[in-house]
């Protein structure tokens, strides 16, 4: 069945003003103008970002959605999978990130727009460990990007997580996945857009 319904999820500092979130919103839009996309702006709180991705998509149809995510956006995005039992893209997908920004205590400013900041507290890396704690319930379909080149997570991490679906290995690259529109052709193949 085509996906109708596809949701994106920015990573930590991130927002939908990131390269990889445009680069898509723009294939979507020219090529699959029908397919509803959603590229919401996150809170900080991971407690916070759960209800309201839970609040936004309550109407969407399970058997046609699919979530894809980066670095941050992609630990949501592939619990958001696991619980939902819907296919996910994950890119340079965090694994354990209650450990990670468990040292980003504080305000940080907004990658896209220094102007803009976001405050990260020490009761998020709680909330955090709260849910990599949750068993997933389920193995969907995901296919993981993941670059080797990654500055900021460890790939073999990401690879031990994820193996048990698709894996695209990328040599170099890094964090942000500068070189994304190469990937494009296999990740709108594994989304099956409408």
């Given at each position: 069945?085509?996906?109708t319904h596809?949701?994106?999820?920015?990573?930590?500092r991130?927002?939908?003003?990131?390269?990889?979130?445009?680069?898509?919103?723009?294939?979507?839009?020219?090529?699959?103008p029908?397919?509803?996309?959603?590229?919401?702006?996150?809170?900080?709180?991971?407690?916070?970002s759960?209800?309201?991705?839970?609040?936004?998509?309550?109407?969407?149809?399970?058997?046609?959605?699919?979530?894809?995510?980066?670095?941050?956006?992609g630990?949501?995005?592939a619990w958001?999978?696991?619980?939902?039992?819907?296919p996910?893209?994950?890119?340079?997908?965090?694994?354990?990130?209650?450990?990670?920004?468990?040292?980003y205590?504080?305000?940080?400013?907004?990658?896209?727009?220094?102007?803009?900041?976001?405050?990260?507290?020490?009761?998020?890396?709680?909330?955090?460990?709260?849910?990599?704690?949750?068993?997933?319930?389920?193995?969907?379909a995901?296919?993981?990007?993941?670059a080797?080149g990654?500055?900021?997570?460890?790939?073999?991490?990401?690879?031990?997580?994820?193996?048990?679906?698709q894996?695209?290995?990328?040599?170099?690259?890094?964090?942000?996945?500068?070189?994304?529109?190469?990937?494009?052709?296999?990740?709108l193949?594994?989304?099956?857009?409408?």
């Amino acid at each position: 069945m085509a996906t109708t319904h596809l949701l994106y999820l920015h990573g930590f500092r991130s927002s939908p003003q990131s390269a990889k979130a445009q680069a898509m919103a723009k294939r979507v839009q020219a090529r699959h103008p029908s397919v509803i996309w959603w590229c919401p702006q996150l809170p900080a709180s991971p407690a916070q970002s759960m209800a309201l991705l839970l609040q936004g998509t309550a109407s969407w149809p399970r058997r046609q959605m699919a979530v894809m995510g980066s670095s941050l956006g992609g630990f949501y995005a592939a619990w958001l999978s696991a619980h939902w039992g819907v296919p996910a893209v994950l890119i340079n997908p965090a694994v354990h990130p209650s450990r990670d920004l468990a040292r980003y205590i504080g305000e940080h400013p907004v990658w896209q727009d220094p102007a803009q900041s976001i405050f990260f507290e020490a009761a998020y890396v709680q909330e955090l460990i709260e849910l990599e704690s949750q068993p997933l319930p389920t193995r969907p379909a995901t296919l993981a990007l993941i670059a080797k080149g990654d500055e900021v997570l460890d790939w073999r991490e990401m690879l031990a997580r994820h193996q048990a679906g698709q894996v695209h290995l990328i040599e170099g690259s890094d964090h942000a996945l500068s070189d994304f529109d190469e990937h494009l052709p296999k990740i709108l193949d594994f989304l099956e857009l409408a």
